[in-house]
């Protein structure tokens, strides 16, 4: 099982963030900096990237659904 830090993502995914010096990167790229800094075959590595960038993604979606639910009851207890 893979460990997990405060985020949800894995240590892993933490390092190879680490290595990506622009704010925008493509998936191939991820996953080449994932296969050379934890010496992982292209099948694991983009499991690795796969993984963490669809925990992410579900993790924003539930955040901006948490925000409006709490905005429509705003608005529902003050009509």
Do not use: W
Request: hydrophobic letters at 40%.
């Amino acid at each position: 099982m893979p460990q997990k830090n405060l985020y949800g993502i894995s240590a892993n995914f933490c390092r190879v963030l680490a290595k990506v010096k622009s704010t925008i990167i493509s998936r191939k790229e991820l996953i080449l900096l994932a296969m050379t800094n934890n010496n992982l075959t292209e099948k694991q590595a983009s499991g690795l990237i796969d993984r963490n960038i669809h925990f992410l993604k579900n993790r924003d979606l539930q955040q901006r659904m948490d925000s409006i639910n709490t905005e429509i009851i705003y608005l529902q207890m003050n009509y």
